[in-house]
């Protein structure tokens, strides 16, 4: 089993609408996680950090389901600029390690 | 804007060329890693430096050098490189890796295209 999985889609939505990207993770251990969006032959930018309580900002919502060994993001009212692909990063230990691990991605198309 | 830079942007080099790549951060952080990235592939960790110091080496061949000369700066010395070896090499930083919930920023990257 991979250490960070995704679906790789592509996730094709019509503009407005809501779409939802899952990423679990095996290292039950991990502490950290984080969602970064890249454009086509771009660095990743990041799009948000991940908190146990779950957080949101504007129309990007990220939630932790420990239990699960997930995390997804949740985009409300798709905007075309949306397409990307989304990356889950996590760090599998609880501090000293410096290993960031990606997932391989999740292609997003938003279409007008 | 990116706050991590990286130069050159792009470079075409010959397989018998010698060339670096250069990456600098004044964020003030602790560690600094390069990356391999492929074409629709997730960015594929190369080194990591942490106070100035290497402290991962994912099995790089030794056509790839890296040098840390000081806390904002970081090189990626390339020599004898193969056709195999053109992608785009990402430059990172992160603050204390001793900390938890810090993320990497990345540089815009070089793309590399070896002839």
């Known amino acids: 089993r991979k250490e960070v999985e995704q679906d790789p889609g592509p996730f094709n939505v019509p503009e407005g609408a809501t779409v939802a990207f899952n990423c679990t993770y095996s290292n039950s251990a991990s502490q950290s996680f984080f969602w970064y969006r890249q454009d086509c032959r771009k660095e990743p930018k990041l799009l948000m950090s991940?908190?146990?309580s779950g957080n949101e900002d504007g129309r990007f919502t990220a939630q932790l389901n420990r239990a699960s060994q997930y995390i997804s993001l949740l985009i409300r009212d798709s905007k075309l600029s949306d397409s990307a692909t989304y990356l889950c990063v996590v760090i599998p230990t609880t501090s000293g390690t410096y290993k960031y691990i990606f997932g391989t991605g999740t292609r997003l198309k938003v279409l007008a | 804007d990116t706050e991590v830079t990286q130069t050159p942007k792009h470079l075409v080099m010959g397989m018998t060329n010698k060339k670096s790549l250069k990456c600098e951060q004044h964020m003030g952080h602790r560690a600094m890693y390069w990356y391999k990235q492929k074409a629709k592939k997730p960015p594929e960790l190369m080194f990591v430096?942490?106070?100035?110091?290497?402290?991962i080496n994912e099995s790089v061949p030794s056509r790839f050098s890296p040098e840390c000369p000081n806390s904002s700066l970081l090189n990626l010395h390339l020599h004898a490189l193969q056709p195999e070896d053109s992608a785009l090499y990402l430059c990172?930083?992160?603050?204390?890796?001793?900390?938890?919930?810090?993320?990497?920023?990345f540089g815009d990257g070089t793309r590399l295209s070896i002839l």
């Open positions: 430096y942490s106070y100035e110091k290497l402290s």
């Open positions: 990172a930083s992160s603050q204390d890796p001793g900390l938890s919930n810090q993320p990497q920023h």
């Open positions: 991940v908190y146990s």
